[in-house]
């Protein structure tokens, strides 16, 4: 355990402002080991800092129980989170959900799910002493102390929210990450990517995720924003803004939304006939549905669609040079029809040292989450 004035030794050669920030910012913290971290053995700066050339990602906060039997992964939505208790040996033992109490700039989201995590523990019989730690998957960036750069759909602003939820757990080990990220390194350890080592996990939802794993570590960025492939820029001339406050985001078209208002434009400017025109709310599935049924129409929409989110594979691709996609969230339910779309167009796009990269769908379907969050607490 460092004591305060180690922790404040070893911050003095910090070098730049992010670590004389999260110095600041930590002043109060009780428990001063939370300032330092821990790198090849050596100890040096907090998240983000630079000692030697070296970028630190990697936090030595509360440890990991080495003799616990079993762990929480816990994936915070909008509309629900789902909690998922699993034995370190990865076996999803139990599921559950609980609605996201959003009121108040959701200050209940995190006392909730310590309350769920705790009657459960009351069901099962065991203590703290039998956990690992809990892993948390949040959407929006998480840097490496486990602080949250705002969640928008949550009303959350920026605080620290391993520490918060630690101390709703009586002190035990939390690690948090983006959601996107958790969701990958799930796949990656227990889903459509395992044996594989550089992973990029997309997500299409009510917005576009993605997870960036390399060389099995997940590609966090300096506070965690990295992988926000949905706000790609793939349209000029998109007279709608996107919630990030841009135009042309690959959000806008690849996620259910962004799939639902492409069809309603599609309907509006042609005036081919369609099985689409005849419902009154339309979604995603349906636009998809309507594909498989040989729907012309729709499957304009999907050329449209499939060159969009080929496009922005295409440029993730460039950057981090991935052996597999993998798709998950609720669009990718299309199923195997999407990734046809898709395919054609990332390969024609893409750099050719990336072409044989695999596209495949998600395995975990919605557990992905809970299972890399629980991942982030299981050595």
Same mark, same amino acid.
């Given at each position: ?33 939370? !300032? ?108 490496? !102390? ?234």
């Amino acid at each position: 355990m460092a004591s305060k004035e180690q922790a404040k030794k070893v911050l003095l050669v910090a070098d730049n402002d992010a670590n004389r920030e999260i110095l600041k910012y930590n002043e109060q913290v009780e428990n001063y080991n939370a !300032l330092v971290i821990k790198y090849n053995g050596s100890r040096v700066p907090v998240a983000g800092g630079k000692y030697s050339g070296r970028t630190i990602t990697n936090i030595d906060e509360v440890e990991i129980n080495p003799n616990g039997k079993y762990a929480y992964g816990v994936d915070i939505g909008g509309t629900t989170v789902k909690i998922g208790f699993f034995s370190t040996g990865g076996e999803l033992l139990d599921k559950w959900e609980i609605p996201t109490v959003k009121t108040n700039q959701g200050e209940q989201i995190l006392p909730d799910i310590a309350k769920s995590i705790k009657e459960h523990m009351g069901k099962k019989n065991i203590t703290f002493d039998d956990l690992t730690g809990v892993g948390m998957g949040a959407p929006g960036p998480v840097d490496g !102390l486990g602080v949250i750069y705002g969640a928008a759909n949550l009303g959350w602003g920026t605080f620290n929210i391993s520490k918060r939820m630690s101390e709703l757990l009586g002190g035990i080990c939390v690690k948090s990450g983006n959601d996107a990220n958790v969701a990958a390194l799930g796949e990656m350890w227990k889903g459509g990517a395992q044996g594989y080592h550089h992973v990029v996990a997309i997500t299409l939802g009510t917005g576009v995720g993605a997870g960036v794993i390399s060389n099995e570590k997940i590609l966090a960025g300096c506070i965690g924003a990295a992988g926000e492939v949905g706000h790609i820029h793939v349209v000029d001339d998109e007279p709608d803004t996107c919630g990030c406050g841009n135009q042309g985001c690959l959000e806008q078209y690849a996620s259910a939304t962004g799939v639902v208002k492409m069809a309603k434009r599609k309907l509006e400017s042609s005036k081919k006939d369609s099985s689409l025109r005849s419902l009154k709310d339309i979604s995603a599935k349906d636009v998809w549905d309507a594909v498989k049924a040989g729907d012309e129409l729709a499957k304009e929409l999907a050329e449209e669609f499939g060159k969009l989110l080929g496009k922005g594979l295409s440029f993730v691709a460039d950057v981090v040079n991935p052996e597999i996609f993998v798709i998950g969230g609720g669009v990718s339910k299309a199923g195997n029809v999407l990734i046809d779309y898709c395919q054609k167009y990332y390969v024609k796009y893409v750099f050719k040292g990336s072409r044989d990269a695999k596209i495949v769908l998600a395995a975990l379907g919605n557990d992905g989450g809970i299972y890399g969050a629980a991942k982030l607490v299981i050595e």
